[in-house]
């Protein structure tokens, strides 16, 4: 459209810098430290959409961070777009790794560095953006109503309340989120399923104190020893998970699905390449794209316990850590498969240490349907402004309000998202394309305009 192409192309200068502002908020959700930043975020994005034209706009108070929530009604007989995205962050640890300031974002190369960037200020942001295009042009062809939550990264544990309590609220007739990637700005495609995760922590305990690990070493079992024994046995020489059970309740694709994931473009080589690994490693029978669109996962991702501050302490220690999450797929449910996990970890826990399991956030994996109206005209939206087909794929990520949109509100929901694997969320470095936010803030209106259409 001539008018929103117009409105663009004059703002666009502007849009960067308010992104940017956007970025220099530390409001990461993890650390209590930042509460405050959190905080300022929600209003930051509250002002931002009653100057896009929001009607309405509020920061939700929560037991947590706060929900920011605003509306904007050009007739209630149009259909309704529920948009959903999170401006909270990770950690930026460890800082030491980044070339510029994790909250001072610098544009190198034409990229955004900053953490945020695409998970998902930026991201969230071009939907901001997309309905100020709309609004000051007097072209909404929908109702749009607007979500954007502080705890996506720690689990949006009290978002699901937030649903419960507000369903008239959150009236619509479909959920569209932009915090997924895509294959690449030349390849687009559309993530169709999420995978669901159970985050769990353990604690081993050996002896009652720390030992010296020469008086006692040999004689009493070390629990970090045994920690790591417990976990390497929890995947077979397939690379399986041996949790009894486990496997249960997942389905394999039909070799039609499967045919259609493989044809996506993908080269293992460049993929190696680019991780700076010599082999590929996962679960037998199974290509990459199968085993992070479609296969359930069980990784550390933290480990400690004993020393690990400088030079050397000889420490036989009493207790050894860990962080373990699995990524769930269809049918599987973050309940039963913790609740698996902890009694097989019990039972495979040797008489020389003690373990404690302790379960903490989890999400349910989600598949979207390819052949809806919404689905249709977000393929067409890409179309129009990409000048191709968009791919549908599986993403090995999770964001776990999904499966409560559907579950809660009734509402379906179409993973918009213009980021790029190789973007770097959640490491050092994270980064976003000016391209690809300039291309979202173009590609929303259409979804919305043949969204309405079809409606
Ligand atoms: N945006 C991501 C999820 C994502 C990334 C999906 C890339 C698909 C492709 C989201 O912010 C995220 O990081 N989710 C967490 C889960 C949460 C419970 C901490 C995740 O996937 O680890
Ligand atoms: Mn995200
Ligand atoms: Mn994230």
Redesign the pocket.
Known sequence: MQAWTEYQTLNKDRFLDELLDLLRIPSVSADSKYKDDVKRCAEAVKEHLLKAGCDTAEVCPTPGHPIVFGQKIVDPKLPTVLVYG?YDVQPADPVNLWTSGPFEPVIKDGKIFARGAC??KGQMFMHIKALEVMAKTNTMPCNIKIMIEGE????SSNLGKFLEDNVDRLKADIVLVS???MISMETPSI?SG?RG?AYMEVEVTGPNRDLHSGVYGGAVANPINILCKMIASMHDENNHITIPGFYDKVQDLTEGERKALNNAPFNLDEYKKELGVKDNWGEKGYTTLERTGTRPTLDVNGIWGGYTGEGAKTVLPSKAYAKISMRLVPHQTSKEISDMFTSYFESIAPDYVQVKVTAH?G?EPVVTPTNSHAYKAAEKAIQTTFGKDPIPTR??????IIALFERTLGLKTVLL?F?LDNDN??SPNEKYDVFNYYKGIETIPYFHKFFAEQG
């Open positions: 999170h998970d998902d996506e990264e720690v689990g915090d997924t990637s993530e999420l995760l956030h999400g993403g090995g990520g999770s964001i776990p998202g980021g969320i959640h």
